[in-house]
Structure formats: structure tokens, C-alpha cells
């Protein structure tokens, strides 16, 4: 007999029913972080043509679905990079133009 009392076939049922209960939940969390950052995304995509902060919502949005979702963390990881690169590239042209 278990701690909780229950022995057998009530215990087993009682596992699978937290076994479903906890893969729902994880299924419903995954879903919110795919609209909630889709969402976001999307805004930033739409502020890249209109009035707004775009390149720090699209990331911002990337950085929301990257909580749960592999995909979207590689692609943050390569838009850091290309960011980190203009970012670099900047610096080094604006002081080869102070040098002239």
C-alpha cells in the first residue's frame, strides 16, 4: 500500500490521471508562449513600416517564444549575431572616419 492509501488499480489510475493532467498543462503553457510570442513578433514586424520600435520588439517577441521553443532560440541566437556584427562594423568605420 502507497502513502496515500491506495493500492492497485487505483494508484495506477490516479498516476495516469496526473501523467495527463501535467501533459495538458505543459501543452496549454506552450501554447500561450506561441501566441502571446507570435504576438509580439508580429508587432515588431509591423512597427519596421510603421511609427515604433521594431527592432526591439522583434526580438523581444522572439525572446518570448524562445522560452519554449528550440527554433526560435537559434534564430535569436543568429539575430544577436548579425546584430553584434553592424554593431562592430559601425564602431570600426566610425573610427577609421575620425582618423581622415
Do not use: C
Not at 492497485?8 to 490516479?14: H, I, L
Not at 515604433?52 to 524562445?66: F, T, Y
Not at 519554449?68 to 534564430?75: P, Q
Amino acid at each position: 500500500m502507497s502513502d496515500d492509501g491506495r493500492s492497485g488499480p487505483a494508484r495506477a489510475s490516479a498516476n495516469g490521471l496526473e501523467i495527463f493532467v501535467r501533459s495538458t498543462l505543459r501543452q496549454v503553457w506552450r501554447l500561450a508562449v506561441l501566441v502571446v510570442g507570435l504576438t509580439v513578433a508580429l508587432i515588431g514586424l509591423i512597427m519596421f513600416v510603421t511609427p515604433g520600435p521594431g527592432l526591439v520588439v522583434l526580438p523581444l517577441g522572439l525572446a518570448i517564444l524562445a522560452i519554449e521553443f528550440v527554433w526560435a532560440r537559434r534564430l535569436l541566437h543568429q539575430v544577436r549575431e548579425r546584430a553584434a556584427k553592424v554593431r562592430n562594423d559601425y564602431w570600426r568605420s566610425d573610427e577609421r572616419g575620425d582618423q581622415q
